[in-house]
């Protein structure tokens, strides 16, 4: 007797390979962020390098790298000194998947980063494809904030100039604040920016 064509299809979908199936489903959960005091928490880090099927270390340094902040893993969250948006958080890893993730020439995910001496390769599963792993010739577009004259932001203190001034960054700024020391988050008062750079003083309240 005919088998039914729905039971046919169905059948032909199970017996699809893993690759490909994996590659209809694949989605980045977007980022569950959460403000905690002066830190911010990416509540499903884990969810997120599990998608992606990479190791969380990896994703961890990327993107502290990439936000320009510190931070350090507590469980299954990922906790940033500062204030960190969503909008940011999910721009840098839409960043990374594009270049350490997505195989270039069939697109799909299913890929393995290997190393060749000091070479980091990206090999497809897949298609058999590889490719060394460089930054992604792509920027992804994210909205950064505008720096205002006038203005009180919290920053942290991320290093210090060779004058002694503390040095934060805010998106694609770099904010001088004099008398302020390495690692902590205060408040600023912005007094004058030149392009991308900006000085500012201690705000007190």
Do not use: W
Not at 117 to 135: F, N, Q, S, T, Y
Not at 173 to 193: A, L, S
């Amino acid at each position: 007797m005919p088998q039914d064509y729905g039971a046919l299809l169905s059948r032909a979908k199970e017996q699809l390979p893993q690759e490909i199936s994996k590659h209809e489903r694949f989605q980045v959960p977007p980022a569950d962020m959460m403000v905690e005091g002066k830190t911010t928490v990416l509540r499903n880090f884990e969810e997120i390098c599990a998608a992606i099927n990479r190791d969380t270390d990896d994703v961890l340094t990327y993107l502290l790298r990439e936000i320009g902040t510190a931070g350090a893993l507590e469980g299954r969250r990922l906790v940033f000194k500062g204030n960190v948006t969503a909008l940011q958080a999910d721009a840098r890893i839409q960043s990374y998947v594009e270049a350490y993730v997505l195989c270039s020439e069939c697109t799909r995910p299913d890929t393995r980063l290997v190393k060749e001496g000091r070479v980091a390769l990206l090999e497809c599963d897949a298609c058999g494809a590889r490719r060394p792993v460089k930054a992604v010739k792509k920027t992804a577009k994210i909205a950064e904030a505008v720096l205002e004259e006038g203005k009180v932001y919290e920053v942290m203190i991320q290093d210090i100039g060779k004058k002694g001034d503390g040095i934060a960054k805010r998106d694609k700024y770099i904010i001088y604040v004099p008398g302020t020391v390495k690692g902590t988050i205060t408040k600023v008062y912005i007094e004058k920016i030149s392009g991308t750079v900006a000085f500012a003083r201690v705000h007190r309240e």
